[in-house]
């Protein structure tokens, strides 16, 4: 394995870790989640199970439309090719498929993550009214939280190996509706508040998991990506050796 390779490696699991560390931060300041996990926290804290295997059994569920949305977008694409790439169209259908089937072994290591950390750190809320000085530690985790899921996305994405399912999903989508991964995104965090909010007031009677940050990390996750890569992308792709 060369320089190039490791450090490609390094920066992925970096990445990851740094990810799964800032979600798992939203989730301890009581301020409401991250939206891409909001539904599997949810869930997790209405029924009591697990919140890293709840976690597990959603990115599943966005693997299984991931291959979906794939195999239609590939169908699209032979219809307007014809015959002649056919082949082509095969190979490469059967290897993005097997990228989508990788997502899932990511999935479980990256929930292990989740779990450790939520075992970890303690929440930074309690039962009782927060004092104005509790509220601002909050915030400022809060703030903290949403840099390192940023930071943390950015370095595993730039990496180009096998993507977080939150974000195969979002990207699946785009290419088969063809629109931008931004507007796709949002789109995708406004459903899936709107399933949170529907299974946190059918089955608890108020909201689980929603609030302002929820709301500041659909845009300050965004955010953060970009001023990171600013300032980051051009030495990490270098080191790296990633193909642009």
């Known amino acids: 394995m060369n320089r190039s390779t490791l450090f490609r490696v390094f920066f992925y699991l970096l990445g990851l870790l740094v990810l799964a560390l800032g979600l798992t931060l939203n989730t301890k300041t009581g301020l409401g989640v991250s939206p891409i996990i909001s539904v599997a926290y949810s869930i997790s804290v209405i029924s009591g199970h697990n919140f890293g295997n709840m976690t597990l059994a959603l990115y599943s569920i966005f693997v299984v439309?991931?291959?979906c949305?794939?195999?239609?977008?590939s169908k699209r694409a032979a219809g307007e090719e014809g015959a002649v790439l056919a082949h082509a169209n095969r190979m490469d259908r059967k290897l993005t498929v097997l990228m989508d089937l990788l997502q899932i072994p990511l999935s479980l290591v990256f929930t292990r993550f989740l779990n450790v950390f939520s075992a970890v750190i303690p929440n930074l809320y309690g039962e009782g009214k927060d004092t104005p000085g509790q509220m601002v530690l909050r915030?400022?985790?809060?703030v903290v939280a949403i840099v390192l899921t940023g930071i943390g996305a950015a370095m595993s994405l730039n990496m180009r190996i096998i993507p977080n399912p939150g974000d195969g999903i979002v990207q699946a989508i785009a290419d088969c509706i063809r629109k931008s991964v931004g507007f796709t995104k949002n789109c995708?965090?406004?459903t899936n508040i709107a399933i949170t909010t529907t299974v946190s007031f059918v089955f608890a009677g108020h909201l689980v998991g929603i609030g302002i940050g929820t709301i500041l990390a659909m845009s300050g996750v965004g955010r953060t990506i970009a001023v990171f890569n600013h300032f980051t992308y051009d030495r990490m792709i270098r080191l790296s050796g990633v193909e642009v």
Not at 69 to 73: A, G, K, P, T
Not at 139 to 142: G, K, M, N, V
């Open 69 to 73: 949305l794939h195999l239609i977008r």
């Open 139 to 142: 915030i400022l985790f809060l």
């Open 65 to 67: 439309i991931q291959i």
């Open 188 to 190: 995708f965090d406004l």
